[in-house]
């Protein structure tokens, strides 16, 4: 079963330095969708180990299985625009809209 809108869900404003997490969820893709989010229409990495995303200065961990975006610490740098997309190889992906977290 291809997957449906997925339901993201993004703070409007965080302050720098907390937890932030935005999370995305659709429930009817079967197998179960994998997520990827965007920020600003830009892919966003996974980062498997620490050192990788202290190389490349990454202040987030996504998880593709759960849909959640996790920043340890959101810095100014991560305002933007992100949207997530839900796919699982079966019909077209399917994106939520985008909405903007300002930092």
Do not use: H
């Not at 339901?7 to 937890?19: D, L």
């Not at 810095?75 to 930092?103: H, P």
């Amino acid at each position: 079963v291809a997957p449906s809108t997925p339901v993201c869900e993004v703070p409007s404003s965080a302050m720098t330095g907390t937890v932030v997490e935005l999370s995305c969820k659709e429930t009817e893709g079967s197998p179960p969708s994998e997520y990827q989010w965007y920020k600003n229409g830009v892919a966003l990495l996974e980062k498997t180990g620490p050192s990788s995303a202290r190389a490349a200065n990454v202040t987030y961990t996504m998880n593709k299985k759960s849909g959640t975006l996790l920043f340890n610490t959101v810095t100014k740098n991560d305002t933007g625009e992100y949207f997530c997309e839900a796919s699982n190889g079966i019909g077209l992906s399917q994106k939520c809209s985008v909405k903007r977290m300002q930092v």
